[in-house]
């Protein structure tokens, strides 16, 4: 069945980039119109020694507890299982026909230039949004032309938007249009959180281009504090 994604407000985004560095942002949901979001991300004007490009979270977002299953069919904790490593998180599905792809192949671009060392001390984790569709194989193929390393997890969906609410992220449930086609609506941010305390530090909106990423994720292997 064919599916589409509600195409992201650039305009809106615009808005949100220019308040963000003025003081602060509530998170965005991709093509909604923002209501229902939960605890917006305040973040702080780019510190002129914030040695990031990526946006400093003023408020450091407790990782999700989350217990799905991951590409092999297994039971996955996200808390547990990424304890103590740099982890960056993604909600979105395998049928969006723009920011997901988009998003992950950017993210996957810049994890080709780390090292094998650096590389391993990074998680990227794509949650779905539509986990009906979205199985384990499913993901894991998806998944692959981006990064065959990238953690993909699927499962309840109300545990998904419990968690994504928690980070201030807004998933819709997915509709079925008239014409046949599955729109699932989610946000559209990547959250890194670092190793020292498991928590949420810098935020990265959609359109981040490849070369932001690719300073960033050496600081985020090492930890770097934001």
Same mark, same amino acid.
């Given at each position: 069945?064919?599916?589409?994604?509600?195409? #992201?407000?650039?305009?809106?985004?615009?808005?949100?980039?220019?308040?963000?560095?003025?003081?602060?942002?509530?998170?965005?949901?991709?093509?909604?119109?923002?209501?229902?979001?939960?605890?917006?991300?305040?973040?702080?004007?780019?510190?002129?020694?914030?040695?990031?490009?990526?946006?400093?979270?003023?408020?450091?977002?407790?990782?999700?507890?989350?217990?799905?299953?991951?590409?092999?069919?297994?039971?996955?904790?996200?808390?547990?299982?990424?304890?103590?490593?740099?982890?960056?998180?993604?909600?979105?599905?395998?049928?969006?026909?723009?920011?997901? #792809?988009?998003?992950?192949?950017?993210?996957?671009?810049?994890?080709?230039?780390?090292?094998?060392?650096?590389?391993?001390?990074?998680?990227?984790?794509?949650?779905?949004?539509?986990?009906?569709?979205?199985? #384990?194989?499913?993901?894991?193929?998806?998944?692959?032309?981006?990064?065959?390393?990238?953690?993909?997890?699927?499962?309840?969906?109300?545990?998904?938007?419990?968690?994504?609410?928690?980070?201030?992220?807004?998933?819709?449930?997915?509709?079925?249009?008239?014409?046949?086609?599955?729109?699932?609506?989610?946000?559209?941010?990547?959250?890194?959180?670092?190793?020292?305390?498991?928590?949420?530090?810098?935020?990265?909106?959609?359109?981040?281009?490849?070369?932001?990423?690719?300073?960033?994720?050496?600081?985020?292997?090492?930890?770097?504090?934001?």
């Amino acid at each position: 069945m064919p599916r589409t994604a509600r195409t #992201p407000r650039s305009v809106r985004m615009a808005g949100a980039v220019a308040i963000a560095l003025a003081s602060a942002l509530a998170l965005t949901a991709c093509g909604s119109d923002g209501g229902g979001s939960a605890s917006p991300a305040k973040v702080v004007q780019q510190k002129s020694d914030s040695p990031y490009e990526g946006t400093v979270l003023g408020k450091h977002f407790e990782k999700p507890d989350l217990q799905l299953t991951d590409t092999a069919g297994q039971p996955y904790d996200l808390r547990r299982q990424t304890n103590g490593k740099t982890t960056l998180l993604f909600f979105g599905y395998t049928s969006c026909p723009d920011v997901c #792809p988009t998003t992950m192949g950017d993210i996957g671009v810049a994890m080709k230039k780390l090292s094998p060392e650096e590389r391993e001390k990074v998680n990227v984790v794509f949650v779905s949004t539509d986990p009906q569709r979205d199985t #384990p194989q499913v993901l894991r193929t998806w998944l692959d032309s981006m990064g065959s390393d990238f953690i993909g997890l699927t499962g309840d969906l109300e545990k998904v938007k419990a968690a994504a609410k928690s980070l201030g992220i807004l998933i819709e449930d997915p509709v079925v249009n008239g014409d046949g086609t599955v729109t699932s609506t989610h946000g559209a941010q990547v959250l890194a959180f670092l190793p020292s305390d498991d928590k949420a530090h810098l935020l990265y909106l959609s359109g981040t281009e490849v070369k932001t990423y690719e300073h960033d994720l050496p600081l985020l292997a090492k930890g770097v504090a934001a």
